[in-house]
Each structure stands twice: as C-alpha cells, then as structure tokens.
C-alpha cells in the first residue's frame, strides 16, 4: 500500500539522532491517522549512522533506507530521497531535529486547503554561530536579488511538496542542484509557515565554510546570470577612465614634463589590479564552464550501494 505522506531525511554522520528522529517522527505521522514513510538517505556516514538505520528499519518497515556508495553531499541525498519516495505528499527534513517534526501537521493543514508547496521559513534561529547567522542572512537575501525565480527568504529544505512538485523535480536531470531554487522554479500554489529552527540536538554542523561556499555558488550558477552580466560594468567603466586619462594625462605631461609620471611604480600597481580583475572573472565563467562541463559528462547524480525496504520502488531513469 502507498503511503500518503513521506518524510525524507539526509544523514551524514548522524549517530547520535537516528533514534530520536525515528521516535519524534513516528510519534508526529502518527497523530495524522494515516500511512506515512520514512526515507533515509545514508550520505556516506563514517560513524554507526547505516547500522542503526538498519536496526530502526528491521522492526519499522515504514522506515526505508538508501544507502550511497559514498559522500556526495546534502542536496543529492535529498534528491535520491525524492527519488524514492511515493507517497501523495512529501516532506524534507533535517535529521538533526533543527526543523522540528511538529511544524510538517501545520504543512499538512496547509496542503489539504490547496498548497503544492509549504516552505517552512525560519523567524528565528536557535544555536548558531554568529558567523552562520550572519552570512546565512547575506546569502538568502543576495539570491532573493540576483536570481530570476523568487526564492522565498530565510527558508532552508524544510518543505512539504506535492506529488506532481516531486515528480516534476524528480524529472529534473540537472548536476550542482540548488534544490529551494528548483522548487520556486516549478511554481504551483507555494506558502510558507512560520518556525523557530532549534539547536543541534546531538553533533556538529555538516556543512563547514567550504560545503557553504559551494552550495552558495551552485544557488548563484544555478539561477543567475548576474555575475557574467556584471563584467560588462566594470569594463565600460575602466573603459571610461581610460578615455578621459589620455588627454588628461596628456596635458599634464606637457605641463609638468618627466616629473609627471616618471616612476613605474603606478605602473606596476595597475597591472596588478587589473590582472586581479580579469583573472577574478575568469574564475566567476569558470564556474559557469564546469557546470557544463558536469552536464555534458552526463554521469550519474550518486550511486547507490543498497536500499533496505525498498525493494518494490523501481526509478527509472533518476539517478540521471
Ligand atoms: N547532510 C548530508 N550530507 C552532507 C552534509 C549534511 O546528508 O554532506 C545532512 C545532515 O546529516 C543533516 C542535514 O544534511 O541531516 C543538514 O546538515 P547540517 O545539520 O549539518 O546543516 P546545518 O543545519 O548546520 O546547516
Ligand atoms: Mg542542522
């Protein structure tokens, strides 16, 4: 029987909150009344995260597992949970327990009145670096300006998504995802509910400054062209000085003789300022290039090594 809601869940080295979120999330989609799905995605743990899955999965075959053969990050574990889910509405959620599990009854309140999407958007969050806090907020709202979709602010993966959303992100092949920013791509009826992240129950954060960096510029790539866009500014505008520097310097040179420019230090300084520009830029196409260069590759999104109570769902097509 197919369930009517599917929560799913990314681990990577999650040990220490595996029991937890199974308690907490049975003890939520119970209250429901009907048949819900738990779909863990095993991101490569190094810790006992797989063996207690697996002890959680042996007694609860509501709890299904997918297990990659390695790392390969936050939004692809996600992406394959999607993959694997088939109920009529789907939840993402953090295994940590930051999101809690309460808020998904509200989300289900919210889809049952019409909404394909309920972002959960964060008024408040518990426990974080003032770093975390700080550059989260620039990120969010410099891709709320920069990109051509509306992404809605301060909202993390914590979504509900309808069956026809999932299907048609599930249908999306595209390497380096930005999830939050696929979703607003799709479209449907969206509304957010409120919700105070909490603090790590257990652990530390998976996403340290070089994962963040990443993931920020996969967001930007993925739905801007603004940063190939904004060259073309700082060209008209050294451009410019250039233009006006020829006579002015001109006349000052005939004025002031070799005394005008006589060192090569000035010299020196721009070429360096310039060279940082331009390699600056090649860097920001560069960004641009790997990306297609990922598509054209057309390797797989991950690999799976095995799946526990899952045997029955085929997907054709999605590790694509
Ligand atoms: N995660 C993952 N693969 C990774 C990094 C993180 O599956 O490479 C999972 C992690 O186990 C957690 C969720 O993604 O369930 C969010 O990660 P984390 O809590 O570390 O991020 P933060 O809340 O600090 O932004
Ligand atoms: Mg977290």
């Known amino acids: 029987m197919k369930p009517v809601y599917s929560i799913v869940a990314p681990i990577y080295n999650e040990e220490g909150n595996i029991d937890k979120l199974h308690k907490r999330i049975s003890e939520v989609m119970g209250s429901t009344g009907e048949a819900w799905e738990l779909v863990c995605v095993n991101d490569g743990s190094r810790d006992r995260s797989l063996e207690l899955l697996k002890a959680v999965a042996e007694k609860d075959e509501r709890i299904k597992i997918v297990n990659f053969a390695r790392n390969f990050g936050h939004q692809l574990a996600v992406t394959a949970g999607l993959h694997h889910t088939s109920g009529q509405a789907v939840v993402v959620i953090d295994a940590d327990l930051q999101d ?127 940063p190939l866009q904004v060259m073309v500014y700082v060209s008209f505008f050294l451009g410019l000085i250039a233009v006006l520097a020829i006579p002015i310097f001109a006349v000052l040179r005939l004025i002031m003789g070799d005394a005008f420019f006589g060192g090569q230090a000035t010299t020196i300084v721009l070429l360096l300022l310039l060279s940082s520009f331009q390699l600056f830029f090649l860097f920001v196409m560069g960004q641009y290039v790997a990306r297609i260069y990922d598509e054209t590759r057309g390797r797989p999104l991950y690999i799976v090594a095995d799946k526990t109570n899952l045997d029955d769902v085929s997907t054709p097509g999605s590790q694509r």
Request: cysteine-free.
């Open 100 to 226: 809690p599990p309460e808020v998904i009854l509200e989300m289900i309140e919210r889809w049952k009145s019409g909404y394909q999407v309920v972002y959960a958007v964060r008024e408040q969050r518990k426990g974080e670096s003032w770093f975390k806090l700080l550059t989260a907020k620039l990120f969010y709202r410099l891709i709320y300006r920069i990109t051509d979709v509306d992404i809605p602010l301060d909202t993390g993966d914590f979504r509900l998504m309808d069956r026809k959303v999932v299907d048609a992100l599930n249908a999306m092949p595209e390497h380096n995802r930005f999830i939050r920013g696929l979703t607003s791509w799709i479209g449907f009826k969206q509304t957010g509910v409120q919700y105070v992240r909490e603090a790590r129950e257990w652990g530390e954060t998976k996403y340290p400054l070089k994962k963040m960096v990443r993931f920020a510029m996969d967001a930007v790539t993925g739905f801007s062209y603004f």
